[in-house]
């Protein structure tokens, strides 16, 4: 009689113990999460990784086949922001809750709009994005009306007044290569020995130390290296960017002329990127939260550098800047190929050096 309840009190173990591991797999089952998806003009990329956004641990990653698909397993405990990676400026961020099994598709040339199924949170994150866009970008035309209007006003009452010293204070603002250079002879006849006039016609007129400059970036010559920091306060090298095409753009979030143009700078970067194409942005701003708000909110994403030192950055007298925007057009070796091409001429080039 021992015996036998010895035995049924192990068997009933063994009955328990079964029923705990059974429960332990349902629940991990639970957890488990899969994206399988597909990613378009994604040639240059071999992988595609998973990772937690708050402690940046890597959970799970694909090959890429030949025609951009891929599958990714993970467990996750808890819902949790997520980055669905190519590399570190090539994302897609999801929220993503325990046990959804989630397709997507996606393009390297957009790839914050992506179509997403079986992951509701990251639908509604996409859907409000999208319908801000649209915000931002009536905003944005408001802004470079306004802007326009303002450049219009200061031309308009510098042409009427070109001998006064106060237009030195908006020579920089003034577009109309003509009327800028109609008020400054005025004022450099009116007042021969007026130290700022002076120091500005030196910087714009540059005798020697001008023709030096500008020698150091005519076309065919090797473009000065640039080492500023990035955003994050890392320093990045122009030079680091060798084996790419490069468009040194030079800008400032102020500038009105700048803004207008970052349209066509955009389409360029997502037309030509995939092909070998880069961009250095140099930003002539003095506050950072001006320079980074501009790069966010006009998504410029490409590389970017300031010394935040405005009119008195190392670039303008290292390029020769007499105004912004201002961008210098390199090859993959550093040299030199075209200046400040803008719209269809930047596209006319791109297409005719990345074929």
């Known amino acids: 009689m021992k015996k036998i309840t010895v035995f049924l009190f192990i068997t009933l173990l063994g009955i328990q113990s079964i029923f705990a591991q059974e429960k332990e797999a349902k629940s991990d089952a639970k957890d488990n999460i899969s994206i399988k998806g597909k990613l378009l003009n994604a040639s240059s990329f071999t992988h595609i990784y998973l990772d937690n956004i708050m402690n940046e641990i890597e959970l799970g990653s694909s090959e890429l086949k030949s025609d951009g698909s891929f599958k990714i397993e993970a467990s996750i405990g808890v819902t949790d922001f997520f980055k669905l990676r190519l590399d570190e400026y090539n994302y897609i961020i999801l929220i993503i809750e325990p046990g959804e099994k989630i397709k997507l598709t996606a393009s390297t040339d957009s790839m914050f709009k992506p179509e997403i199924q079986g992951s509701p949170a990251s639908i509604l994150l ?19 009306k306004i802007e326009a209007e303002k450049v219009a006003l200061i031309e308009n009452t510098f042409t009427k007044n070109n001998n006064s010293l106060a237009g030195l204070f908006f020579v920089n603002q003034i577009e109309n290569i003509e009327v800028k250079d109609k008020m400054l002879a005025n004022l450099k006849e009116k007042y021969p020995d007026n130290t700022l006039l002076k120091e500005f016609l ?5 005798g020697d130390a001008e023709v030096e400059t500008t020698e150091n970036v005519a076309i065919g010559s090797v473009a000065p290296e640039i080492v500023l920091p990035s955003t994050d306060g890392k320093e990045i090298a122009l030079s680091s960017l060798k084996g790419k095409v490069v468009l040194i753009d030079f800008w400032a979030s102020w500038c009105g002329p700048c803004i207008r143009e970052i349209p066509n700078v955009i389409a360029a970067y997502e037309k030509y990127k995939e092909k070998g194409f880069e961009i250095y942005g140099v930003s002539l701003d003095a506050e950072k939260d001006a320079w980074l708000g501009a790069i966010e909110k006009y998504k410029m994403n490409w590389v970017h550098v300031s010394d935040l030192k405005y009119w008195d950055s190392m670039v303008v007298g290292l390029y020769g800047i007499e105004g912004i925007p201002h961008t210098v057009l390199i090859d993959k070796d550093g040299t030199v190929i075209a200046k400040d091409l803008r719209g269809d001429e930047l596209d006319a080039k791109l297409k005719e050096i990345l074929k």
Do not use: M, P, R, W
């Open 126 to 144: 996409y859907k409000t994005l999208n319908d801000v866009d649209k915000f931002d970008k009536k905003l944005a035309d408001i802004q470079a």
């Open 202 to 206: 030196a910087e714009s007129e540059g």
